[in-house]
């Protein structure tokens, strides 16, 4: 009896730990149940505003500006995976700790690069609700901060968009597989490749010639190398939009050759800096141009189902098809299995978020996809 009583107790100091050192920001998915318990009471319900809607002004315009000057990190100011949004907390178009709301990572993504309301909306809580802290209505872009390096593995706690095979994903253009280690800093031999493509596809410059070349490549090298490489929704979406949104988004709005030069492409990709003078798109882009490259090589959703040079069709991945199979395979599998059986603010925060993702994804195709409920409907 003593010994259990002893196990007991200090179970419970370790949730106690746990809860206490919760950071706000950190996302709930995943957690079990006693986790859960023991660090909802700790945490203050922020219930989200409604999203911003689309600019008034979409033309192009000075981003690089005096009230947003490049600053390398800080300490403790965290960065991640995604190029775009750490330039934007680079240049305090975002909160430069990298620390976020999704109403201002939708305004950021808007004002920064002129990013369609529908699509930043989307990616935007569709991110948030696997990756962020939906009772705080905080997120974090990545897991690593200036002052300790690459974050240390910690299944349990996820620090932000580094969850592996939602948004991140494998065969990124200049971040490793999650195989090898680090999917989040920048890869030198990688943007060497990049470089190498551009020249022998695009005469120098990145294209929709050079992405669609060089998006296949990288999944084939996955398959030779990662045993675990996996390319099914939302990643198999997420992979494509990857190849373009370098087109759309970092390329001077005063430009409309659709032609990214290597010195800009590397001030964002690893510096996380706009080019002097930068000015944004000019009109709001979406994905254009994702037909171009999945064209280029027809690819199915798959995986590495045993070990390298395995790669096997998925059937039941959503594909460029089947979209409304992605939300609602989205919602009902991934969502619904990192939150099992929520209850109280948590219930609450999650089908506020969901109704915001099913809200953005009617915007660009009115009525196309019923609306799922995967918690029931309040």
């Known amino acids: 009896m003593f010994k259990i009583a002893v196990v007991t107790a200090l179970r419970l100091l370790a949730l106690c730990t746990f809860a206490s050192g919760f950071p706000a920001h950190h996302s709930l998915a995943g957690l079990t ?31 690089n500006d005096a009230a947003h000057p490049w600053r390398p990190a800080a300490p403790g100011d965290i960065r991640g995976p995604c190029p775009g949004l750490n330039t934007l907390a680079s240049h305090g178009w975002l909160p430069r ?137 939302p990643r198999y979406f997420t992979a494509y939009a990857e190849s373009v949104f370098p087109l759309n988004f970092f390329i001077d709005g005063r430009k409309d050759d659709g032609q990214l030069d290597m010195e800009t492409a590397r001030g964002f990709f690893q510096n996380s800096r706009m080019p002097d003078g930068f000015f944004r798109a000019n009109g709001s882009k979406s994905a254009d141009g994702i037909d171009v490259v999945a064209e280029a090589h027809p690819l199915p959703p798959g995986s590495n189902v045993n070990g390298v040079n395995t790669f096997t069709p998925d059937p039941t991945s959503a594909n460029f ?33 969901l109704n915001f993702l099913f809200e953005a994804l009617d915007g660009v195709d009115p009525g196309a996809c019923a609306q799922a409920f995967p918690f029931g409907q309040d």
């Open 97 to 233: 700790n990298g620390i976020a709301t999704p109403d201002q990572i939708i305004t950021a993504v808007q004002e920064g690069f002129n990013m369609d309301n529908s699509l930043a909306r989307f990616v935007t809580y569709a991110a948030f609700l696997v990756d962020g802290n939906v009772v705080t209505n905080l997120l974090s872009i990545g897991q690593k901060t200036a002052e300790t390096g690459p974050a240390p593995p910690a299944p349990a706690i996820v620090g932000g968009l580094n969850t592996h095979a939602v948004f991140e994903g494998d065969s990124s253009m200049t971040r490793a597989d999650f195989f090898f280690g680090d999917n989040h800093d920048f890869n030198e031999t990688l943007f060497d490749q990049f470089v190498d493509f551009s020249n022998r596809f695009g005469g120098g410059f990145y294209n929709l010639t050079v992405a669609g070349e060089l998006r296949f490549q990288r999944v084939m090298q996955s398959i030779a190398t990662n045993p675990t490489f996996s390319f099914v929704a």
């Open 33 to 63: 149940r006693e986790q859960l318990d023991e660090i909802l009471p700790t945490l203050s319900f922020t219930p989200p505003p409604n999203p911003p809607g689309p600019l008034k002004d979409t033309s192009a315009k000075l981003v």
């Open 321 to 353: 098809g089947t979209f409304c199979l992605l939300y609602t395979n989205f919602v009902n599998k991934t969502v619904a299995s990192l939150y099992p059986s929520p209850t109280g603010v948590l219930r609450q925060a999650l089908n506020i978020n």
